[in-house]
């Protein structure tokens, strides 16, 4: 019940198209949804959250939508870029945070 | 301000030697965590601080990992004796508050190779 579950494991974009990636979680508890992404011998950064109360937020080309009743949320890149390619994990947390396994993200120039 | 610093980087070792990893979180920030990463994988959270008091270690495998944080400020994190299954990059993260409610932080890890 604590795990988050994150999908595609992997995905690969045309420059300028749609990245979509999903996480579904089962444990009604958590009450803040971060995004994280990790550049490639660099730690994680976070790059936008969302807390329940909200059903999306957008910070510049990044939103997050947020489907309470179904218990999923997911990270929309806009506009994708090469300097977007990164692995991208979504997270869960009450009281300690959740990770999923990451997607990593591959934009086609 | 600086960020999380780590060290060392790298480290490489061969099974059932010792290591240890050192942290300093950004100043100010109440909690530190460390984390384990291996690769492909999410972190998975080992310890947790909340100042110099053990908030989290749930996941800290005792028999042969320990942490500490003296006076509330620095980390270290050490695995005695190393086994191959440690082989992962080892994150430390702070934040100013716990993790529902603060940004983490995080270092950028040391990578361990155990041999």
């Known amino acids: 019940q604590q795990q988050v579950k994150q999908s595609p494991q992997s995905l690969i974009v045309q420059k300028g198209g749609i990245s979509i990636i999903n996480c579904a979680y089962e444990?009604?508890?958590?009450?803040?949804f971060p995004w994280y992404q990790q550049f490639p011998g660099k730690g994680p950064a976070l790059l936008i959250a969302?807390?329940?109360d909200v059903s999306e937020k957008k910070e510049g080309r990044f939103t997050i939508s947020f489907n309470k009743s179904a218990k999923q949320f997911s990270l929309h890149i806009m506009d994708s870029q090469p300097g977007d390619s990164a692995t991208y994990f979504c997270?869960?947390?009450?009281?300690?945070?959740?990770w999923g396994a990451g997607t990593k993200l591959i934009i086609k120039p | 301000e600086a960020g999380v610093a780590q060290s060392p980087r790298y480290k490489i070792i061969e099974k059932r030697q010792s290591v240890a990893f050192w942290c300093n979180p950004i100043?100010?920030?109440?909690?530190l965590y460390w984390y384990q990463q291996i690769l492909g994988q999410g972190p998975k959270l080992l310890i947790q601080?909340?100042?110099?008091?053990?908030?989290?270690d749930s996941q800290l495998p005792k028999d042969r990992f320990s942490a500490e944080r003296l006076k509330g400020v620095d980390s270290t994190l050490k695995i005695q004796p190393a086994k191959l299954e440690d082989s992962a990059v080892y994150l430390c993260?702070?934040?100013?508050?716990?993790?529902?409610?603060?940004?983490?932080?995080f270092g950028p890890g040391t990578r361990l190779t155990v041999l």
């Open positions: 100043s100010g920030h109440a909690t």
């Open positions: 444990n009604t508890a958590f009450d803040y």
């Open positions: 997270a869960a947390s009450n009281y300690q945070l959740i």
């Open positions: 601080f909340q100042n110099n008091g053990v908030v989290d």
């Open positions: 993260a702070s934040s100013l508050g716990g993790p529902s409610t603060d940004t983490q932080y």
């Open positions: 969302i807390r329940p």
